[in-house]
């Protein structure tokens, strides 16, 4: 960033930065960037597309699915096509999971059936990301409407496709499905080796964004108690640390905080 007088160069940098910061989980700074970057797009007269991929990202992580869809419907001046597909099929995302938190497990399933499908979610960059969520996503909703087995089947689908890339975050991600998924199978040792191995990953990598996830799995499926209250400790404990990284009265900041999936961690049981 500080070798280049390009505006553009500058800000494909910045955006960069920004994927970089969200993986840390220091959620507030990717938010700054992101607002400074479309300021500083704006003033040098170029497209602010890549802010915009940034922020939904952000605000999915915040399970901010409104400001997600939102950001969705955006329109750019140049090549409105090609810039469209990806803030678009972070809004699939994002609406099929607002759908799975609401229970309503057909239309969550559509909507990442839609992101998993090549020929209504065509390529761009990083597809490949949002294709493992819309697993991710598709596997919970398969799960919670009661058809385990096929539950079964998508959970390895993802975690080979997760294991095929080098992200610890997706890869963590893919296991604690399978464990989730293999506990509603009954299957229990199975669930608790998943486990193992997500949090295995946590050991080698600093993904605190994956890790309260994997961490309050642990918690809800862990058959000893003493030994799940630690591990949501440490769920709570990284979850409240990324928030931090907001200022105070960031509504993102309480928009992640009463999340459904979030909200037990604060609770009297699991």
Known sequence: MAETVSPAAYLLALGAKAVSLLHLGQFGDVLRIVRTGRETAEKN???????????????SLCFDFEGVR?????????????HAVQPGTIALVAAGHAELYQENYAAASRCFAKVLDSSATPKFFLHWHWRI?????????????????????EAARCLESAQSTADPNLQALALEMSARVAFADHDLSGSQQSI??????????????????????AWELCPNRTEGECHRAVARDTILRIASSFDPEEPLRASLLSAAPVRPLFGSGR
Do not use: C, Y
């Open 133 to 153: 969520q819309a697993h991710l996503g598709l596997t919970a909703a398969l799960a919670g409407s009661g058809d385990v087995a096929q539950a079964r089947l």
């Open 45 to 59: 007269e170029l497209e602010p597309w890549i802010f915009v991929f940034r922020e939904a990202w952000l605000r």
């Open 196 to 217: 193992q191995n997500a949090l295995a990953i946590l050991e080698k990598f600093d993904v605190p964004v994956a890790a309260w996830r994997v961490h309050a799995a």
């Open 70 to 82: 939102q950001l969705g419907t955006m329109n750019t001046r140049s090549d409105p096509d090609r």
